[in-house]
């Protein structure tokens, strides 16, 4: 199985944006920064400037589900933590607005 599934390369040829065919080959892949050369350079092998990471992207949807279910009817589901994360203790929100 080929690891790499597609390649946009820019047009001067300075850069290129290449698709692995998994997160892991995309990840092992970084492991070649600065030991590759082409035509004599080093290639440089880096994540995007705006890549977000899986695992951190999970955690702020997590987050932000807890904090939307304050504002609804009920508040927190059951086995929820009181208060929400980022907050300080004893900082609480407004009550939901009424219906």
Known sequence: ??????????????????????????????????????????????????YVDPAQSAQANAMAQMALAAFQPGGMPAGMPAGIPGLPAGMSLPPPPHQ
């Open 1 to 50: 199985m080929e690891p790499v599934v597609g390649i946009n390369r820019h047009s001067e040829g300075r850069y290129a944006f290449i698709e692995f065919r998994t997160p892991e080959m995309a990840t092992a892949a970084l492991q070649l920064h600065n030991q590759v050369t082409l035509h004599g350079r080093a290639m440089t092998v880096e994540r995007p400037q705006d």
